[in-house]
């Protein structure tokens, strides 16, 4: 399909970047309250073997769900753990293949509904081509310790890619999902700016999003196209807002531009630019937007390298989705990698994101006013011995006023997932 981003963008390895990006403007110091700092604590997780690709969410009782793949000889196995009350309730597994394909990138994500219901997805290939494989969907009504039988989410029967999902929930009982299709790109492609490397065969039918929503009896509803071109292997993210589902994607347009474009489920009309970056990027940068919601209030987070230098940005919301505020620029120059992540209190905005320089890579968060007017804190979470892809997507999430960070490294060729935790000092 599309062509990898160059190196110089996504693997960028050039020295000379200072560890902390100029702080954003403040008002007088006589003008403003001293905000709370957080300090950093390791936080242990429940995984002890070689393990990759987490997910972190919010549970509607205010607990967390992480879920992860394990290698298991030839196959992989989804597992899941809740965190409640400060403890781990224990390990359960979602679901084991053989047939699985399984992407630093294209990750399964994991839910839960308002009647209890603990929802996953996972990818499944679906024939030999490279590229060729499904969504699938299972859901457990007794926390994860019995599954349903996974049934797929796409049921276009094309040997194409279909991923990159977000989902949230729809109803009492039900689940939305977003995800990118490529039924349209007829029989499959073994060039994918996702996948494969520089220089893949460009083809001309595009990915689309799509949308449906899945009832208890994981029967599918309302199944529509959201948009007929967008960007082929970048992650896309959701939120509920007061309005509704708010979904962003990165789009695509027939001039290659690829911004970042907010979308809400509820409304029949297309979706808006969160900012016109204007980047015109004839390769996939597998650098999706992430998006976070309080009310009416959203956060999101995008990279960017429009005008040929790689950028991260923030955008906010104060009327659902409709119209995003200029944004602020939070990290700019050759070790950017973005693989942003944010989250929204009642007191500030988070945002995790990745760099990486000639002396290796470092994952970081900040924190700013909830208008993002202040920068209140600024701390490198960890130094990572991973380099490149391996390191995959850290998450975030926040709960009883607490930041949890989870990510990957890799140390001796074997990925494992470690965690942070930052409160609020006393």
């Known amino acids: 399909m599309t062509r990898l981003l160059p190196l110089a963008l996504v693997v960028a390895l050039v020295s000379g970047c200072g560890d902390t990006p100029p702080p954003t403007a403040t008002p007088p110091a006589s003008t403003v309250k001293p905000a709370a700092q ?25 607990s967390l769900l992480l879920s992860w793949i394990e290698p298991q000889d030839e196959a992989h196995a989804l597992k899941l753990a809740r965190y409640v009350g400060g403890h781990w309730n224990g390990v359960r597994e979602v679901a084991r293949g053989d047939d699985w394909f399984v992407n630093w990138a294209d990750t399964p994500h994991i839910a839960q509904t308002a009647d209890g219901a603990l929802w996953a997805h996972w990818l499944r290939k679906s024939a030999q081509a490279k590229y ?11 926390d994860g310790a019995t599954w349903s039988k996974p049934m797929p989410v796409n049921d276009d029967g094309t040997p194409t890619e279909h991923g990159f999902v977000s989902l949230w929930s729809a109803a009492h009982d039900r689940l939305g999902v977003a995800w990118l299709d490529g039924r349209n790109s007829a029989g499959g492609h073994d060039g994918h ?5 520089a220089g893949a065969g460009h083809a001309m039918a595009a990915m689309t999003l799509r949308t449906a929503v899945f009832d208890a009896a994981l029967q599918r509803h309302g199944e529509r196209e959201r948009d007929a071109m967008t960007c082929d292997c970048c992650q896309t993210d959701v939120a509920l807002t007061a309005d509704g589902p708010l ?3 990165r789009d695509r347009t027939p001039e290659e531009i690829r911004d970042i474009v907010a979308l809400r489920f509820n409304d029949a009309s297309a979706g808006r630019r969160v900012h016109a970056d204007e980047w015109k990027m004839p390769a996939c940068p597998v650098n999706g937007p992430a998006v976070a919601a309080r009310g009416r ?29 200029a944004p602020l620029e939070l990290d700019r120059g050759q070790h950017v990698q973005g693989r942003v992540d944010v989250a929204l209190d009642a007191d500030a905005a988070w945002v995790l994101w990745l760099r990486e320089d000639a002396q290796g890579q470092a994952l970081w968060l900040a924190r700013f006013s909830s208008d993002l007017s202040r920068e209140l804190q600024r701390h490198e ?8 892809r391996g ?29 942070a935790r930052f409160r609020k000092s006393p």
Request: hydrophobic share 40%; charged share 20%.
């Open 193 to 197: 700016g996702g996948h494969a490397p």
């Open 247 to 249: 979904l962003v994607y």
């Open 381 to 388: 979470v960890a130094k990572l011995q991973g380099r490149g």
């Open 38 to 62: 957080y300090q950093r604590e390791d936080w242990t997780l429940p995984v002890s073997v070689a393990a990759a690709q987490p997910d972190l969410v919010r549970a509607p009782d205010g």
């Open 132 to 142: 060729a494989y499904d969504v699938v969907l299972s859901r457990s009504t007794d």
């Open 391 to 419: 390191t995959g997507f850290a998450r975030l999430a926040l709960a009883d006023g607490v930041a949890h960070v989870v990510w990957t490294d890799v140390i001796d060729q074997r990925p494992q997932l470690s965690g």
């Open 297 to 325: 209030e959203a956060l999101v987070g995008w990279y960017t390298a429009a005008g040929g230098e790689p950028q991260l940005k923030l955008a906010r919301s104060t009327d659902g989705g409709d119209h995003f505020a």
